[in-house]
């Protein structure tokens, strides 16, 4: 036995074999049923060639073949490589490239892209095709590239678990959402994925947990209802699925976030937990409850006890409308990257909200580092902001990519510290105050301005219902302060005016000194921000503003 994601599925399995495990829609399976299946799918890939190490893709929304594709792949000691349904043709070429893709198992919607993008991989050899959640009836050609359906390649497949001995150091990559730029594989070692992301540590004391603590507490009555809103292709969605799985914990998931279905899931199965991505999940649904509680039949959200934001800002306002219509839940914002996993937590009530940025409490091994890369005292520097780290169980590095592994993956008195880039300002009791990440800091006349926090002061404007801020060339500044902007249904907001209402919140340095209107905040499939898209469209917008001033005057 080892340390292995598949190992501490499979003592779960033991533990609770009738239990149910995972719901989509209205169909459920017990934990034998995974297990069956996911065996039945890792002989199939064993059969075609894929070995040890190999890498295996998975492209699809969230459905239950999306869960037996993960565990197979691990059962195998395969590397599972998560991919973004929403690339485009060369995305999707970038990413087979890069990690080096042997297996593919697709939804079938998405057949017509693979057919494009199969003829430029000669290591892609072997396209498993699950059908469409949403459209099971999808008939696209799977023929193009070769391409097996699901029920067919498992359908005289052995159920038995008769796979080889693995390791704590078989390899698990989490591609990143590329947010700043290519995404990048994070390769994690099993036993330290676990550690950090699985449960495998208790995230306040730092506790190691033993191999089988997760599966006694699956064989216990009573475990949870989980309902993690992010695609299983995010990390922290998957790491969520993982660690309820070992556990023993009932994990429901959606293909498509809708507010509406998702808070007659919440009612109709007595959710007690629920995972979100910040604002752009946690607006549209405190404003479906809202429209709702005005109706004769309003939600209850009676079931819910915890309600947990992360990668992505869950802003004052929104917070404080949540707490007003649920008061009973525990609000916690939680910090990590996939670089890092967990590094820290902060519980929120209506009294200690901040405006500044989450404020969390550093989990074991998280550090804050200076300019020298020196582990800040957290007790002697408060009110100083350097990069946000974290030790112990960290990633290997970046897969192909030695020379960014290095910057990010440091070596401090030695102790390896992965150290992706977010900036913090130490607080009081071990805390910070998270400001973001630090390649989208604006550096205006010399002064540091980090996006969210001026995002989440313009957000409290009623006329803003979302909002990305960059910084953009000036000639007198070097940068200045730009904020992209949805707005509300109906609404507006000009530039002076927001200023003006913003001094109440942000120093004046702070202030965005343009601003432009989008239909729609360019985000990922997680709901996590794309700031080289929003300063594409804010610089496209200055360009045709510029354009429109020279006929004028010509």
Known sequence: MALNIADLFEHAVDAAPDKPAVKVGDRTVTYAELESESNKLGHYLQAQGVKPGDHVAVYAKNSIEHVIAVLAIVKIRAVNINVNYRYVEGELNYLFDNADVVALIVERTYAPLVAKTYPNHDKLQTVVVVPDVIE??????????????????IADQSAERDFAERSADD?????????????????????????????????????????????????????????PLS???????QAGLLMHLFAGHLTILEPKFDPQRTWEIIDENGVMLIFMTGDAMARPLIEEFERKAATDAPYTGASLFAVSSSA???????????????????????????????????????THISSDGPVVGLGPNSVVLDEQNNVLDLATNVGKVGRLGRGGSVPVGYYKDEKK???????????????????????????????GRGSNCVNTGGE?????????????????????????????FGQSV????????????????????????LSGYKLPR?????????????????????????LEAKAADSAIKEGQNA
């Open 136 to 153: 099971p009836d999808d008939q696209s050609d799977v023929s193009e590239f070769g391409g097996v359906l699901y029920a067919d390649a």
């Open 171 to 227: 390899l698990h990559i989490i591609y990143t959402g590329g947010t700043t730029g290519f995404p990048k594989g994070v390769m994690w070692r099993h036993e330290d994925f676990w550690r950090t992301l699985g449960g495998g540590i208790d995230f306040y004391t730092g506790d190691k947990l033993d191999e089988f603590d997760q599966s006694k507490q699956a064989a216990q009555d009573g475990r949870m209802v989980t309902f």
């Open 231 to 237: 695609p299983l292709m995010h990390g922290g969605a």
């Open 312 to 350: 992505a800002i869950f802003s004052p306002e929104v917070k404080e409308r949540w707490i007003d219509a649920l008061p009973n839940p525990v609000y916690t914002d939680s910090v990590g990257a996939s670089e890092t996993g967990f590094q820290g937590m902060g519980m929120q009530d209506k």
């Open 405 to 435: 592994s290095a910057e990010t993956f440091l070596v401090v008195d030695g102790m390896r510290i992965s150290v992706p880039g977010d900036f913090a300002r130490i607080e009081e009791d071990n805390k910070v105050t998270l400001l």
């Open 448 to 476: 540091k301005v980090y996006p969210e926090e001026v995002e989440m002061a313009i957000k409290r404007h009623p006329a803003v219902y979302d909002v990305l801020v960059v910084g953009i060339p000036d000639e007198k």
């Open 482 to 505: 730009a904020a992209v902007i949805q707005l509300r249904e109906g609404q507006s907001v000009e530039l002076e005016e927001l200023r003006e209402f913003l001094r109440e919140f």
């Open 514 to 538: 343009a601003v432009t209107y989008v239909p729609e905040i360019p985000r990922n499939a997680t709901g996590k921000a794309q700031y080289p898209r929003a300063k594409e469209l804010m």
